[in-house]
T-cell receptor, first 116, second 115 residues
Framework: GENVGLHLPTLSVQEGDNSIINCAYS??????FIWYKQESGKGPQFIID?????DKRQGQRVTVLLNKTVKHLSLQIAATQPGDSAVYFC???????????????FGTGTQLKVEL | DTEVTQTPKHLVMGMTNKKSLKCEQH?????MYWYKQKAKKPPELMFV???????INESVPSRFSPECPNSSLLNLHLHALQPEDSALYLC??????????????FGPGTRLLVL
């Protein structure tokens, strides 16, 4: 069922391992997707983005994969470090606003815990 | 520079107080946003300003009043809030879609506690 409680899905990984965080998005018309990292007490920080005409995009230690067929997005973090511990949100843009701006739709978030 | 600044960092107010949250960006972005975030939840959109005009109000109660004095500043005026309004209030900005800059950049937030 839907998680409406206070518990975020959690992914625990050992330092140095690779992490994969998954996200299912809802709108097949969305054409732009973003991953954000949010550390405790801070605002969401942009990590990487991808447009719907791409399947894969790589950044520094991070890779985003997009599967439009099943409306699935994933974030891969290579050689996970303690500083990667945070909540990760995927976000899609299903709607561009007339005159500028956009309306992001966030996923529910995943807590990544890196164990030493 | 992708910095959005917000003041104050923390705010405690009573239910009869009037206070304001401030947000500033100098990236030349023409869209600015207010979000509310509760613990363990994603940010929820409250307002969108585009070219200094309010373009979206997500049915936010009138005790929250946004203002965009110029293209770099965004305020959120608070009056007669309720304890359930306690949350992290986030500001964000982005370029407009036509410019190809859709990414929203967030500030650090204001942690609000209503007593």
């Amino acid at each position: 069922g839907e998680n409406v409680g206070l518990h975020l899905p959690t992914l625990s990984v050992q330092e140095g391992d690779n992490s994969i965080i998954n996200c299912a998005y809802s709108n097949s018309a969305s054409d732009y997707f973003i991953w954000y990292k949010q550390e405790s007490g801070k605002g969401p920080q942009f990590i990487i983005d991808i447009r719907s005409n791409m399947d894969k995009r790589q950044g520094q230690r991070v890779t985003v994969l997009l599967n439009k067929t099943v409306k699935h997005l994933s974030l891969q973090i290579a050689a996970t470090q303690p500083g990667d511990s945070a909540v990760y949100f995927c976000a899609e843009i299903p709607r561009h606003l007339t005159g500028g701006g956009n309306k992001l739709t966030f996923g529910t978030g995943t807590q990544l815990k890196v164990e030493l | 520079d992708t910095e959005v600044t917000q003041t104050p960092k923390h705010l405690v107010m009573g239910m009869t107080n009037k206070k304001s949250l401030k947000c500033e960006q100098h990236m030349g972005h023409r869209a600015m946003y207010w979000y509310k975030q509760k613990a363990k939840k994603p940010p929820e959109l409250m307002f969108v300003y585009s070219y200094e005009k309010l373009s979206i109000n997500e049915s936010v109660p009138s005790r929250f009043s946004p203002e965009c004095p110029n293209s770099s500043l965004l305020n959120l005026h608070l009056h007669a809030l309720q304890p359930e309004d306690s949350a992290l209030y986030l500001c964000a900005s982005s370029q407009d879609y036509a410019s190809g800059g859709e990414t929203q950049y967030f500030g650090p937030g204001t942690r609000l506690l209503v007593l």
